[in-house]
């Protein structure tokens, strides 16, 4: 669904660019609360930000067909939003969709404003408020949040489509009726949505098996430990027998030689797991997506691509400012063979997009660490 240059005009363009910015300043906020919860350090909440971000690059590349001549990819928000926050979510696909823009040329760079208002924000905020709400009236179960997973993403793919309409009718640029955009855009997104669901129910149920502690949308799913005490007894009554003593049983260590036992090594608290082995495998899965399954990816125009050839919008599309980029296409320059270029191209993408995001994720998360050290050295000592 990424809208080249020239559909939409200039001032709702500008316009969308505001809400965009907007947007991100308020997500920039929300996210240094959502990258320091649940006791996992910066140090790991970040790059596994950054890893979210990537993985959504790579299958994005991975176009499946939904109806003849006409394919669809993933938008990412619901699964972003799940997994690592709705404020983090709309970074995580900003991220994304810049590095499409500059290095790819796919998304036209004045519509940059449009298409973060339309994949990032809207697919985030709309995928998290039903997750959320699903969350609350299903059981309290791991398979529920799968389930509100799939339906989440199922419902913000046609969400968004009905805001590039609404975008459209305010400022587009080629002479078609808002109503037959409106059902062509979402009739293809509901199709496309479904693969959407399944892809976002399919990742998180797998984190969840694995590692449920990772997963923002479940956080507060596992019941608390609690402490039981043992109730004392009361004192005997006057002249009431005494109960006679009972032997303890003979210590393991007692029965055992006088050799000194080893120190057991204390198991880490579950805030604390490391998340290297998940960090690997997401950035394996996402190189096999982009390196290599994506050359089997459908090569069909995608849902607003289809709808803009049969309604005659792209006749308004203007040239990519950044066409001429080494990566065009998702293409290497010069590298004629097309599963070499395509899967170089794909693995590149894959390695920026992870850098950026990350850097971005652990300047956000040192700025909050930053902010509570100052609040922290501002008390006074009676506050102490």
């Keep these: 669904m990424h809208v080249p240059d020239g559909f939409i005009n200039a001032p709702v363009s500008v316009a969308t660019g505001a809400v965009a910015a907007a947007a991100v300043a308020v997500s ?13 350090g910066g140090e790991r909440t970040a790059p596994l930000a950054g890893l979210v ?3 959504i690059f790579a299958v994005q590349m991975l176009n499946f067909p939904v109806a003849a001549g006409t394919s669809g990819h993933l938008l990412g928000g619901a699964l972003a939003a799940i997994l690592v926050g709705p404020y983090t979510g709309v ?5 994304v969709l810049l590095m499409q823009g500059v290095l790819f040329a796919d998304g036209g760079l004045t519509a940059l404003g449009v298409n973060i208002t339309d994949m990032a924000v809207t697919t985030t905020v709309v995928a998290y408020l039903l997750f959320r709400g699903l969350v609350k009236v299903l059981p309290r179960k791991r398979r529920s949040i799968t389930v509100a997973s799939f339906v989440s993403a199922l419902v913000s793919v046609p969400a968004a489509a009905l805001v590039f309409t609404l975008l459209y009718a305010l400022g587009g640029t080629a002479d078609v009726s808002t109503g037959k955009v409106l059902t062509a855009m979402v009739g293809v997104h509901v199709l496309i949505g479904i693969g959407e669901a399944v892809i976002t129910a399919l990742t998180v149920g797998a984190v969840i098996a694995v590692r449920p502690d990772l997963v923002y949308g479940a956080r507060g799913l596992s019941k608390p430990l609690e402490l039981k005490v043992a109730p004392v007894a009361a004192p005997a ?3 009431a027998p005494r109960p006679e003593p009972v032997a303890a049983p003979v210590a393991a260590a007692e029965a055992a030689p006088t050799a000194e036992a080893e120190p057991k090594t204390p198991a880490p608290a579950p805030g604390h797991r490391s998340t290297k082995r998940v960090w690997l495998a997401g950035v394996a899965a996402a190189l096999v997506c982009a390196g290599g399954v994506s050359y089997y990816a459908s090569a069909s125009p995608d849902g607003l691509e289809k709808v803009a050839q049969d309604q005659g919008i792209d006749k308004k599309a203007k040239d990519h400012a950044a066409k001429d980029s080494p990566l065009a ?7 004629t063979d097309a599963r070499l270029s395509g899967g170089l191209a794909g693995v590149i993408g894959v390695g920026a997009t992870l850098a950026v995001g990350t850097g ?19 008390r006074t000592p009676q506050q102490v």
């Design 329 to 335: 296409d998702y293409n290497v320059k010069d590298i």
């Design 237 to 239: 009554a006057p002249g």
């Design 53 to 55: 971000a990537a993985f």
């Design 28 to 40: 920039l906020r929300g996210a240094r609360r959502e990258l320091g919860g649940d006791g996992l």
């Design 91 to 95: 970074l995580c696909v900003s991220v």
């Design 360 to 378: 971005v994720f652990v300047v956000v998360r040192r700025r909050r660490d930053a902010g509570e050290t100052a609040a922290t050295d501002d």
